[in-house]
């Protein structure tokens, strides 16, 4: 989501949040689900892109030196060890990358204590 907003309107992004995508010294790895995101909400009409979302959505993660995020089966079977309150299906794989990885988790929700994670959505956003 954090990224999503980095697309459109910055307003619901804490401002350590927007530094860390607007610095780009940082390895930046984006799950595909977030550019999945990008297309369906144009496609309804909920998101405005100045172009279709392939070559925005390209052009975008080359600007702020972004890659891919992959997901391999070590990944997902680590799912197995997440508390079951980290429901939904896609976020249970990008946390257990993140844990496995040793990685920072840019996220707009507040999860466990034992996962490296920074909060970038905006205090008042209601997230």
Known sequence: M???WSVGSTENIAPAGLEVLKRGGEDIDLSAVSPWEVASKAKIGKFNLPQAPGPYVRRRMA?????PLSITQDHTLKVYDLALHHAGG????????????????????RISKSIRWRF??????GS
Do not use: H, P, Y
């Open 2 to 4: 954090v990224w999503l």
């Open 63 to 67: 600007t702020q030196s972004i890659r």
């Open 90 to 109: 896609f976020d249970r794989r990008f946390l257990a990358k993140g844990i496995l990885e040793k990685m920072t988790i840019l996220t707009a929700d």
């Open 120 to 125: 970038c959505g905006a205090e008042n956003s």
